[in-house]
Nanobody, 121 residues
Framework: QVQLVESGGGLVQAGGSLRLSCAAA????????MGWYRQGSRNQRELVAD???????KYADSVKGRFTISRDNAKNTVYLQMNSLKPEDTAVYYC???????????????WGQGTQVTVSS
């Protein structure tokens, strides 16, 4: 059984910063891509950023230059440093990971439970 546990959300004023963390726990052989998605007032889950196992990162245009994704493979953890936050960044942020696990060593997609980020104007 594998779980993704997120932390770091909260309330911040516009222009402020937050750092999200997502740790994978359980029987894990390896982790491929890890990423962050968000679901805001439009109720559509959108990609914020993702990162491959070798550290190649990709960002949504709306967060480029403000957010930085990183990972610590030894800790099975992915981070999202969010700077210069805007009210439109308000959303529930979800972590996603592609994890090789189980007796058959298959790749499965896992989601975290979500963490609320609220940016006040």
């Amino acid at each position: 059984q594998v779980q993704l546990v997120e932390s770091g959300g909260g309330l911040v004023q516009a222009g402020g910063s937050l750092r999200l963390s997502c740790a994978a726990a359980g029987t894990i052989f390896s982790i491929n891509a890890m990423g962050w998605y968000r679901q805001g007032s439009r109720n559509q889950r959108e990609l914020v950023a993702d990162i491959t196992s070798d550290g190649t990162a990709k960002y949504a245009d709306s967060v480029k230059g403000r957010f930085t994704i990183s990972r610590d493979n030894a800790k099975n953890t992915v981070y999202l440093q969010m700077n210069s936050l805007k009210p439109e960044d308000t959303a529930v942020y979800y972590c996603k990971a592609l994890i090789v696990s189980g007796v058959l060593s298959k790749t499965y997609q896992y989601w975290g439970q979500g963490t609320q980020v609220t940016v006040s104007s």
